[in-house]
């Protein structure tokens, strides 16, 4: 499953709108921001994800995310990103690495993880290098 599960990942990064991409997640996803260093928080369930994507828009004009690597782990997709946003009021533009950790279960992503170190997700992960 776990070929399935890096190109469900992939499928999700491709999607276009969050509305789209809900498909892909389970009703209880588990969606941890908490290791994000303004507005650390955990949502749950699809309206949890539509929450985090509010929060998002009120801060940034522009947000895209585009994978550097994407790490099979089995249940696990280890996903490095690089973020290129433009701030809402500020115009301020913003381009950081960080990464992802999904996991996966019956073709559904159950739950998510951010990280600010790529290193430390792919750790957690069980795939540091």
Do not use: C
């Amino acid at each position: 499953m776990s070929e399935e599960n890096v190109a469900l990942v992939r499928q999700i990064y491709a999607s276009v709108g969050l509305e789209a991409s809900l498909r892909f997640y389970a009703e209880d996803v588990v969606w941890d921001m908490s290791d994000r260093a303004l507005n650390p928080r955990i949502y749950h369930g699809h309206e949890g994800v539509r929450e985090w994507r509010r929060e998002l828009r009120e801060v940034w004009d522009a947000w895209r995310n585009e994978p550097e690597r994407l790490v099979d782990g089995g249940d696990r997709v280890v996903a490095i990103i690089r973020s290129i946003a433009r701030g809402h009021e500020s115009g301020v533009e913003l381009s950081e690495r960080w990464a992802q950790v999904w996991t996966i279960r019956d073709g559904k992503v159950v739950h998510l993880r951010h990280y600010r170190d790529p290193d430390e997700a792919l750790a957690a992960a069980g795939g540091g290098e």
